[in-house]
C-alpha cells in the first residue's frame, strides 16, 4: 500500500520561501511509470495543481506558479520536495503530495493527507 | 491551459436518489478524465479514472461516462456516505487542472 505523507513548517513569513516535503511508502519515486504531484488548496476553495516532477527528474510547473516553484526529488530517502518563494497570504493553503501517472490514463490515486501552510508575519 | 467546467456548482439530494454531475473541457481530452470525491479534512479520493474506469475498492454505484465534450459522474442510489465535493480533473495535459467542484449534500 502507498503512502504519502507531508511535513514541513505551518507557519511562513511573507516574502519568504516555503519549503515541504513528501515522504513515500509502499513505493519508489524512481519507478518510471509515476509523476509525483504536489496540489494544493485554499480553505474553502477548490483544487490547483501546482507541478510534478518524474523519476527521470523531469518536471512541470503550472505556469501560473512556474516563476516561483521548485520541485526536487531526494530518492536516497524515496522523498520529493516542494519550494514556493515569495510567498504571499494568497498561497496560504493546505498543501498536498500526491501520485501520478506518466501516461496520465490513470488519475491521481494516492494522496497524502495534506498540510496547512499559513503564511503571515 | 485547459479549463474544465462543472455543472451544477452544488445540488440537494436524498438518501436513494440518483444523481448526476457534468463536466467540460474547454478542448479535447481524449477521455483523460478522472472524478474525485472529497470529504471536510480530508484529501480527494479517486473514483473514476479515464472517463469511465471504476477505481478498485470503489462502489459500483459510482458511474462515469462521455458523450462528446460533456464527461458526467452518476451516482445511482445516494447513500449517506456520499454527501461530500466531487471534482473533476483532465490529465490529458498540463497543467492538469480541475474542475470548481460539486458541492451535494442532504435534501
Known amino acids: 500500500q502507498v503512502q504519502l505523507q507531508e511535513s ?5 513569513k511573507p516574502s519568504q520561501t516555503l519549503s515541504l516535503t513528501c515522504t513515500v511508502s509502499g513505493g519508489s519515486i524512481s519507478s518510471g511509470t509515476y509523476l509525483w504531484s504536489w496540489i494544493r488548496q485554499p480553505a474553502g476553495k477548490g483544487l490547483e495543481w501546482i507541478g ?10 503550472n505556469p501560473s506558479l512556474k516563476s516561483r516553484v521548485t520541485i526536487s526529488p531526494d530518492t536516497s530517502k524515496n522523498q520529493f520536495s516542494l519550494k514556493l518563494s515569495s510567498v504571499t497570504a494568497a498561497d496560504t493553503a493546505v ?10 490514463w ?10 496547512l501552510v499559513t503564511v503571515s508575519s | 491551459d485547459i479549463q474544465m467546467t462543472q455543472s451544477p456548482s452544488s445540488l440537494s439530494a436524498s438518501v436513494g436518489d440518483r444523481v448526476t454531475i457534468t ?14 470525491q472529497q470529504k471536510p479534512g480530508k484529501a480527494p479520493k479517486l473514483l473514476i479514472y479515464a472517463a469511465s474506469n471504476l477505481q478498485s475498492g470503489v462502489p459500483s454505484r459510482f458511474s462515469g461516462s462521455e458523450s462528446g ?4 459522474l452518476t451516482i445511482s442510489s445516494l447513500q449517506p456516505e456520499d454527501f461530500a465535493t466531487f471534482y473533476c480533473q483532465q ?3 498540463t497543467p492538469r487542472t480541475f474542475g470548481p467542484g460539486t458541492k451535494v449534500d442532504i435534501k
Do not use: E
Open chain 1, 8 to 12: 514541513g513548517p505551518g507557519l511562513v
Open chain 1, 52 to 61: 510534478h516532477i518524474s523519476s527521470s527528474g523531469s518536471t512541470n510547473y
Open chain 1, 95 to 104: 498543501y498536498h503530495c500526491a501520485r501520478d501517472y506518466i501516461s496520465g
Open chain 1, 106 to 115: 490513470y488519475g491521481t490515486d494516492y494522496w497524502g493527507q495534506g498540510t
Open chain 2, 23 to 36: 463536466c467540460r473541457a474547454s478542448q479535447n481530452i481524449f477521455s483523460h478524465l478522472n472524478w474525485y
Open chain 2, 69 to 72: 465534450a460533456d464527461f458526467t
Open chain 2, 91 to 93: 490529465s490529458y495535459s
